[in-house]
Every structure is written in structure tokens, then in C-alpha cells.
């Protein structure tokens, strides 16, 4: 499930499109396996009786729609998008959500990863905004230390491009001009 291009402005571009980090399967098929053989083993001791069997069977469903099935919905539906101009965050299954915060308007990137998340290489993106909401936050982003850093260069990027744009902006430096 890739971002509609579409969707983009003329001259805009993808930089990265991502779901976040695997990491969040983790839990999800722990409790899957975990389910199976609990629920296989009460299986197995229930004997004939039916009702808890019904019982069993109807407490692994539960299980797994909502710890495993909700997460994985999640996860497959979660999409962080970052272009040229803006970044994006659309995330839900049937009620669609989103988010776009314009590279214009980034104040401060930051980044925080635990000790797990240093190993797997993922964390969290803060995105401060000089707009009205604030804040735009991405969890589970892989390599996020890089992330980060290409959303200040993509920020710095498109202010460039407004000034010149606006005729506001230095021009390029020469390839003659040097300190030697």
C-alpha cells in the first residue's frame, strides 16, 4: 500500500514511505503462538466437554482479534510519507486519519529511542510546528536517527526554494569563489 502520487503537488516528490518499524509484530505473534498452544493444550485437557471447549475457543478468538489481529491492522494501515514539501502520517482501517504538516512550518525535529529501540534501530519523531496543533508525532520509525536529520536538511531544502521563489534568497555560491 503505497502513497497515491497523485495526491502530491506538482514538483513534489517522496522522499520516504515507510510503515513503522517491525518491532510492533513482535508482541502480536508472541501472543499468536502463545495463544495456539494455551488454547490447543486446554483443547486437549477439556476432554468431552463441550462447553469448554466453546468456552476456550471463544476466549482464543478474542485473543487473537484484539492483540493480534487490532495490532496488525494497525500496522499494515500506517503510513508515514516524507516529501520535498511536507510529511505525512495516515494511519486506520476504516475510518481513515491524517495528518500533513508543511516542511514551512518545522520548528524543531527530536528523536528518542530506548535502549530496544537503539538495537533495532527504530525510535520516536517529534515534529514541532509553528502551526495551530503543534505537534506531529511518528512512532516506531526506522533508522529515525537518519530520519530526523533528512527532515532538517528537506526543511532547509524547501526554505531555500521559497525565498528563491519569492526572489528573497542569495544566490548560489560560485564554484570560483574559495578562501585560498
Same mark, same amino acid.
Given at each position: 500500500?503505497?502513497?497515491?502520487?497523485?495526491?502530491?503537488?506538482?514538483?513534489?516528490?517522496?522522499?520516504?514511505?515507510?510503515?513503522?518499524?517491525?518491532?510492533?509484530?513482535?508482541?502480536?505473534?508472541?501472543?499468536?503462538?502463545?495463544?495456539?498452544?494455551?488454547?490447543?493444550?486446554?483443547?486437549?485437557?477439556?476432554?468431552?466437554?463441550?462447553?469448554?471447549?466453546?468456552?476456550?475457543?471463544?476466549?482464543?478468538?478474542?485473543?487473537?482479534?484484539w492483540?493480534?489481529?487490532? /495490532? =496488525?491492522?494497525?500496522?499494515?494501515?500506517?503510513?508515514?510519507?516524507? $516529501?520535498?514539501?511536507?510529511? @505525512?502520517?495516515?494511519? +486506520?482501517l #476504516?475510518?481513515?486519519?491524517?495528518?500533513?504538516? /508543511? =516542511?514551512?512550518?518545522?520548528?524543531?525535529?527530536?528523536?528518542?529511542? $530506548?535502549?530496544?529501540?537503539? @538495537?533495532?534501530?527504530? +525510535?520516536? #519523531?517529534?515534529?514541532?510546528?509553528?502551526?495551530?496543533?503543534?505537534q506531529?508525532?511518528?512512532?516506531?520509525?526506522?533508522?529515525?536517527?537518519?530520519?530526523?536529520?533528512?527532515?532538517?536538511?528537506?526543511?532547509?531544502?524547501?526554505?531555500?526554494?521559497?525565498?528563491?521563489?519569492?526572489?528573497?534568497?542569495?544566490?548560489?555560491?560560485?564554484?570560483?569563489?574559495?578562501?585560498?
Amino acid at each position: 500500500m503505497g502513497y497515491p502520487t497523485k495526491l502530491l503537488a506538482d514538483d513534489e516528490e517522496i522522499v520516504y514511505e515507510m510503515r513503522p518499524h517491525w518491532r510492533a509484530l513482535v508482541g502480536p505473534i508472541l501472543v499468536f503462538l502463545v495463544t495456539l498452544g494455551v488454547g490447543g493444550f486446554l483443547l486437549a485437557k477439556s476432554g468431552d466437554s463441550t462447553i469448554v471447549k466453546w468456552i476456550v475457543l471463544a476466549v482464543a478468538l478474542v485473543a487473537l482479534v484484539w492483540w493480534v489481529l487490532r /495490532p =496488525l491492522a494497525y500496522w499494515w494501515t500506517t503510513i508515514y510519507v516524507i $516529501t520535498n514539501r511536507r510529511i @505525512i502520517v495516515r494511519y +486506520g482501517l #476504516i475510518a481513515r486519519n491524517g495528518r500533513d504538516m /508543511p =516542511l514551512s512550518r518545522v520548528n524543531d525535529v527530536s528523536f528518542s529511542h $530506548t535502549v530496544l529501540d537503539q @538495537i533495532l534501530n527504530c +525510535g520516536t #519523531i517529534t515534529v514541532e510546528s509553528a502551526g495551530e496543533k503543534g505537534q506531529l508525532t511518528m512512532r516506531g520509525v526506522p533508522n529515525v536517527e537518519t530520519i530526523q536529520r533528512d527532515i532538517f536538511r528537506l526543511h532547509d531544502e524547501d526554505d531555500l526554494r521559497r525565498r528563491r521563489a519569492a526572489g528573497d534568497a542569495p544566490p548560489p555560491p560560485r564554484a570560483d569563489d574559495g578562501d585560498a
